[in-house]
């Protein structure tokens, strides 16, 4: 509703005069997105007989003349084709108030039909404060989302017999209004008051009867024609990633002047309308991306513009340096330096998360923009030093200190770890103390570490609801390499003994039910039943 460009001023006949200031919102031809909002003549829960009160004829009317457009609200009423509303029994300005931001957020409206105050002069109150307090929320939101609101506001009906604190509020909400528009919102002003014939018109006190919601939506209709029919030609396209056909939502695509810009959706689209013979550039905006082409220009405009496309490039930062040898000039070789999570989405999707050093023992992997997390060399037979680099929300290279020292292990500790039955246990962490490589069993079971050249320690395996014979293994001034160093794996829940926690169990479970076991009595309590199957299930998978 804020106005963000130059002032273009259109005036239609109604029952009065309007005026209507445009800032050039984002809209969308096909679903330019309308919010009726107010109380319950919104609603048209009382004096509309099928309960959709002006909002039936006024889709009616505008689908009929061909317009692209959805009601949106939190509420359905009426059994028609586009039944949303936020339209709320008994409600005052100061609660719709409380609550339109949050509308804002969920529907998104471009346009808000807001016709409230009635049940305010019913209470007493007939001072326009909240109407304007409302319509800086829709400011903010506007600020906030960088999306533009139109708002038609009604001078409301009147009531019979006859109120003149309705007239007197109106006055007051015209005056609010016109002072609004002179400093640049978009906003219409129509006068429902007048529109209507009292007490033809009504249904009771306060409420239209179905004649006079036809009315109402008369009044609407006129005001949203200008609002449609606003713009003459269609820019549009889609912004995808590097892949070709990945679509990226959220971009803001902004004509020079500011005025003329549309977000993305999720399908990578947008749509701009341009009047004839407009003249600009347009240019996508996304924090932390680039974008091939970075603007189009044009140059009085003529015709409609499709699959005017943008490729988009997240940026990414580089981590690099060397891997060499203890006399720190030595470079080694393919090391493989991983950065975490392949870097972030993007690298892990178009590469570069990882690198293998050079004959230089050059390395340079690249990262997300604002990624976390650790970078880790690797290679069989060495140990680094740093084991890795963490980093926190990058957003810029790293080349220097970069490097990573490493120490060739001599010899190679091996074996196998499989339960009682050779079922070979997969992922079980050999942990090396006091130097060392480290592994984790394959699906074969094998595992293999390495450690330097008259190495003492301990290697001791570990996995979740495991225990291990030897539960440890003890090296003294370690001299050769060291196969067949096998472990026994004991699982109390792998009932069928194939290496997993699974249907399998359940079987046995099954067999034993209600019985003395001993296999499924995980708690000792002498029987198999619902406690027992408890716990497994706590395990199951693991």
Not at 226 to 241: L, T
Not at 262 to 289: C, I, M, Q, R
Not at 343 to 369: M, Q
Request: net charge negative.
């Amino acid at each position: 509703m804020a106005f963000t460009g130059p002032k273009r001023v259109f005036w239609l006949i109604l029952p009065v005069v309007f005026v209507l200031v445009i800032s050039g919102a984002a809209i969308a031809a096909d679903a330019i997105k309308v919010m009726p909002l107010g109380d319950s003549i919104t609603r048209g829960y009382l004096g509309s007989a099928h309960r959709w009160g002006y909002r039936k004829p006024l889709y009616d009317s505008l689908s009929n003349a061909g317009f692209g457009f959805d009601f949106v609200g939190s509420s359905v009423d009426g059994n028609f084709l586009d039944p949303n509303h936020e339209g709320h029994d008994g409600w005052r300005a100061d609660q719709i108030l409380t609550y339109i931001g949050g509308w804002l957020d969920a529907r998104q409206p471009d346009v808000v039909l807001l016709h409230i105050g009635t049940n305010d002069i019913t209470g007493g109150n007939q001072s326009a404060n909240e109407v304007n307090d409302i319509l800086n929320v829709i400011d903010s939101y506007e600020l906030s989302s960088g999306k533009g609101v139109a708002v038609v506001l009604a001078l409301i009906i009147n009531r019979w017999p006859y109120s003149s604190a309705t007239t007197t509020y109106n006055n007051d909400l015209n005056v609010m209004a016109l002072n609004r528009i002179a400093n640049g919102d978009d906003i219409v002003i129509v006068n429902m008051e007048s529109a209507l014939s009292y007490p033809a018109d009504l249904a009771d006190e306060l409420h239209p009867n179905d004649a006079g919601y036809v009315k109402m939506a008369a009044v609407w209709y006129n005001a949203l024609v200008d609002y449609f029919n606003r713009y003459d030609f269609v820019i549009s396209g889609r912004v995808v990633e590097l892949d070709g056909h990945t679509p990226l939502a959220s971009v803001l695509i902004q004509a020079d002047n500011n005025d003329i810009n549309d977000v993305t959706d999720a399908n990578g689209f947008y749509e701009l309308f341009v009047d004839s013979n407009w003249s600009g550039t347009v240019t996508p905006h996304k924090v932390s991306y680039t974008f091939e082409p970075n603007s189009y220009t044009y140059a009085d405009v003529n015709q409609d513009y499709n699959d005017i496309n943008y490729m988009a490039d997240l940026t990414t930062f580089k981590i690099s340096g060397f891997a060499v040898e203890q006399d720190n000039i030595t470079p080694i070789s393919d090391v493989n330096v991983i950065a975490q999570n392949g870097g972030g989405p993007w690298t892990s999707r178009y590469g570069g998360g990882s690198w293998l050093t050079d004959s230089n023992g050059y390395y340079e992997v690249r990262v997300d923009s604002n990624w976390s997390g650790k970078v880790t060399p690797d290679k069989s037979a060495y140990v680094f030093e740093p084991n890795s680099r963490n980093y926190q929300d990058v957003n810029q290279d790293y080349d220097v200190d970069q490097n990573y020292i490493g120490i060739e292990l001599g010899y190679k500790i091996s074996g196998f770890v499989k339960n009682e039955c050779n079922a070979p246990i997969v992922g079980v962490e050999i942990d090396v103390n006091d130097g060392g490589s480290d592994d984790a069993t394959d699906s074969a079971g094998y595992y293999e570490i390495w450690v330097f050249s008259g190495w003492s320690g301990f290697v001791t395996p570990a996995r979740l609801h495991h225990t291990f014979d030897p539960n440890l293994r003890n090296y003294t001034d370690v001299m050769d390499d060291q196969p067949d160093q096998n472990f026994i794996a004991n699982n109390i829940y792998d009932l069928d003994c194939d290496g997993l926690i699974g249907l399998g169990d359940v079987s046995v479970i099954a067999y034993n039910w209600l019985t003395a076991g001993p296999q499924g009595d995980f708690v000792d309590d002498g029987i198999v039943d619902f406690v027992d199957f408890a716990e497994f299930g706590l395990v199951w998978g693991d």
